[in-house]
């Protein structure tokens, strides 16, 4: 009525869009568990039918998967600094050793 969603409404786009996105995935032969990696706002749940419901799909009518064209971006790398304390630790840690005296 007035252009506001009711949440039942919203409830169900999100499910469409998150099976959408779960076919999507298995038609262009990703993994699950990629798919979840690429699309970590929709449900679970809703990617997890869309994938499931096309590889049935496809089995049932020998479908071939198409490959992306678009190659999966790596995770990105920490910046300087971060990450590597316990590294630098562990390095520091290491010298100390080496430089005491030993016991006798």
Do not use: Q
Not at 3 to 19: F, L
Not at 20 to 46: P, Q, V
């Amino acid at each position: 009525m007035l252009g506001i969603e009711s949440g039942t409404e919203v409830a169900a786009r999100k499910e469409s869009e998150g099976k959408a996105i779960g076919s999507a995935c298995r038609h262009a032969m990703r993994a699950i568990e990629d798919c979840y990696t690429l699309n970590k706002k929709a449900s679970k749940s809703a990617v997890y039918t869309g994938w499931r419901e096309m590889d049935e799909y496809m089995r049932e009518n020998k479908l071939e998967g198409i490959a992306p064209v678009v190659p999966r971006t790596p995770p990105p790398k920490p910046a300087d600094g971060e990450g590597d304390a316990t590294a630098a630790d562990g390095e520091a840690a290491d010298k100390e050793k080496s430089h005491a005296k030993p016991a006798h």
